[in-house]
């Protein structure tokens, strides 16, 4: 390889976009930086109470411009840009878009800027339950079962539901949309300067995990599934896609107009995209039947294993199993878990209620606000400390981790959560303990899972701000577990795992596993589990389940 081989890996989180310069020989990092969404930030086009959540485009693209331009500045300008060889992103997901038949997102047309349903519909917004609740049952109409390769159950997350919801709701966008498309797939088409959708290449990720796109159909179900369950959808599948592609595909080249905007040369390479937690798991340099869990504000579990031993197994319950989805050449599986940052992220919120009240509507909010930022920083740390005092015991409060519904096992969004075994001698660091000792439960439940459906999980990595931030909760979770957990050194695995893509569709590595044995930067700390809390633990995970029934099926 010649000296000088840098690579750039892009990825779009829920509350920003981080794009790393990484030296393709070592993947060391060279320069990273980080743009908040200023649209999402100010809450724009969103509205909890309803669940819904949109990103407004130009947040990606000027996010896309600032933090590309930025890390090439920090790493010493046009020389470091004239070795640029290519350029991969990801994405969450399931994140789509109405675009017209340019592939242009309609909330960059006149007249759509401000509509929120012309805007990406983001991965946790739940407007659609009644579609996914409708799809499910539909799906049990035909001889096919269309729904196999998802786990059995739709999600209100997930790319069909989305779309129909919005087609029902706004007759403005219905009749403008020509197309859909996930936005992993829409910033390599940006980049390299599409003006077709129907050129688009789409990531076989996004199409398996979130589309029902799968090769042994062929491709997505036919016409008469979507047109028989809502005629609004009659036409969109031969407008979508037929084809799919690995994220070790090259899209094609950089634009001219991207090529000057970034200050990179035509010739750089632009990989196919896929979601962040599925280039995350590569970056933090996934095992075959290693459960690489990306922690963040929600969680996203990712399992590899070889095509031979699972491509006639199907996995009840999960988020998907789709050949090529992680490593090309491998089943990839994932699940996860709706709300595990934002757990913790409500309760912190929820606490800091009054000063931000009185921040805004007193005289004395500016004095305030210094002071509400400061707090908000600390208090996290401070709840983990003092929870960490509390011993585990079958008395302790309790909690549901389903603030956001259920991703898996069996995905149901409407499930609300709930914390119990309340007194007055509760406090808000006991109660921070129970929401943390559920996501962990929730965890196992995903665990659990696999190992029922004959996948077993031999063990645990963990990735993302959570798992490298929080040494409490990765220890409850390894004691929980009863199996070590390995942190991964990289504290941006997905965008790492982004580069390493970026290295084979550039062809500077015959293939994905080469790249990222080549650039993974290793491990640097490891949670083993206390035995003396296995007993205790078993018992609370009981309780959790109980109370998960009852939830479930009772109210």
């Given at each position: 390889m010649d000296r000088d081989k840098f690579v750039i890996g892009v990825d779009f989180g829920t509350d920003s976009v981080r794009s790393i310069l990484a030296d393709a020989r070592s993947g060391a990092e060279i320069a990273s930086a980080v743009f908040y969404y200023p649209r999402w930030r100010d809450g724009l086009f969103c509205n909890p109470s309803e669940n819904q959540f949109r990103q407004h485009p130009l947040d990606y693209t000027e996010g896309l411009e600032y933090t590309i331009k930025e890390c090439l500045r920090l790493a010493g300008g046009a020389r470091t840009a004239a070795s640029v060889k290519g350029i991969s992103a990801d994405t969450t997901g399931s994140t789509p878009v109405a675009v017209d038949v340019s592939g242009t997102p309609l909330s960059m047309l006149p007249g759509f800027e401000t509509n929120p349903n012309a805007m990406f519909v983001l991965w946790k917004d739940h407007t659609s339950l009644k579609e996914a609740a409708e799809l499910n049952l539909h799906a049990r109409n035909f001889d096919t079962n269309y729904l196999q390769f998802v786990g059995g159950v739709y999600s209100s997350e997930w790319f069909w539901a989305k779309l129909l919801h919005i087609l029902r709701v706004d007759a403005q966008v219905r009749k403008a949309s020509f197309s859909w498309v996930e936005h992993c797939d829409w910033i390599p088409f940006l980049l390299t300067g599409g003006t077709r959708v129907s050129a688009m290449k789409r990531g076989v990720c996004a199409a398996g995990h979130k589309a029902l796109w799968a090769k042994s159909f062929p491709g997505l179900p036919p016409e008469t599934f979507f047109s028989s369950w809502d005629p609004l959808l009659a036409g969109f599948r031969e407008r979508l896609f037929t084809e799919t592609y690995s994220a070790d595909t090259p899209a094609g080249f950089l634009s001219p107009a991207w090529a000057e905007k970034l200050g990179l040369s035509p010739a750089v390479t632009v990989g196919v995209g896929a979601f962040d937690a599925h280039m995350g798991a590569v970056g933090g340099q996934i095992e075959p039947y290693h459960l690489s869990k990306v922690m963040g504000t929600s969680t996203c579990d990712m399992l590899v294993a070889p095509l031979d031993k699972?491509?006639?197994?199907?996995?009840?319950?999960?988020?998907?199993?789709?050949?090529?989805?992680?490593?090309?050449?491998?089943?990839?599986?994932?699940?996860?878990?709706?709300?595990?940052?934002?757990?913790?992220?409500?309760?912190?919120?929820?606490?800091?209620?009054?000063?931000?009240?009185?921040?805004?509507?007193?005289?004395?909010?500016?004095?305030?606000?210094?002071?509400?930022?400061?707090?908000?920083?600390?208090?996290?740390?401070?709840?983990?400390?003092?929870?960490?005092?509390?011993?585990?015991?079958?008395?302790?409060?309790?909690?549901?981790?389903?603030?956001?519904?259920?991703?898996?096992?069996?995905?149901?969004?409407?499930?609300?959560?709930?914390?119990?075994?309340?007194?007055?001698?509760?406090?808000?660091?006991?109660?921070?303990?129970?929401?943390?000792?559920?996501?962990?439960?929730?965890?196992?439940?995903?665990?659990?899972?696999?190992?029922?459906?004959?996948?077993?999980?031999?063990?645990?990595?963990?990735?993302?701000?959570?798992?490298?931030?929080?040494?409490?909760?990765?220890?409850?979770?390894?004691?929980?577990?009863?199996?070590?957990?390995?942190?991964?050194?990289?504290?941006?695995?997905?965008?790492?795992?982004?580069?390493?893509?970026?290295?084979?569709?550039?062809?500077?590595?015959?293939?994905?596993?080469?790249?990222?044995?080549?650039?993974?930067q290793g491990f640097d700390m490891e949670y083993t589990p206390d035995p003396a809390l296995s007993g205790i633990y078993r018992s609370r995970y009981d309780i959790y389940q109980k109370w998960g029934n009852f939830i479930e099926q009772d109210t």
């Open positions: 699972t491509e006639h197994m199907l996995i009840r319950g999960i988020c998907g199993q789709v050949p090529g989805s992680i490593i090309p050449g491998m089943m990839g599986m994932e699940a996860g878990q709706s709300a595990f940052g934002d757990t913790y992220a409500w309760f912190r919120d929820l606490l800091l209620w009054p000063l931000r009240h009185f921040t805004e509507h007193n005289q004395e909010g500016t004095a305030l606000s210094g002071l509400t930022k400061r707090i908000s920083d600390l208090i996290l740390p401070a709840l983990a400390e003092e929870a960490a005092k509390i011993p585990p015991d079958i008395k302790n409060e309790w909690a549901m981790d389903w603030l956001n519904g259920r991703r898996t096992p069996d995905a149901n969004q409407s499930l609300k959560a709930a914390i119990g075994g309340l007194s007055l001698g509760s406090h808000a660091p006991a109660m921070f303990r129970a929401l943390a000792e559920a996501t962990c439960f929730g965890a196992k439940m995903i665990v659990d899972r696999f190992n029922e459906q004959g996948i077993a999980v031999q063990g645990l990595i963990g990735l993302g701000g959570v798992a490298r931030k929080s040494s409490f909760i990765m220890q409850m979770m390894a004691d929980i577990m009863e199996m070590p957990i390995r942190i991964h050194r990289s504290e941006q695995t997905c965008a790492a795992g982004a580069a390493m893509f970026a290295t084979v569709a550039a062809g500077i590595y015959q293939d994905i596993e080469t790249a990222m044995n080549t650039m993974g």
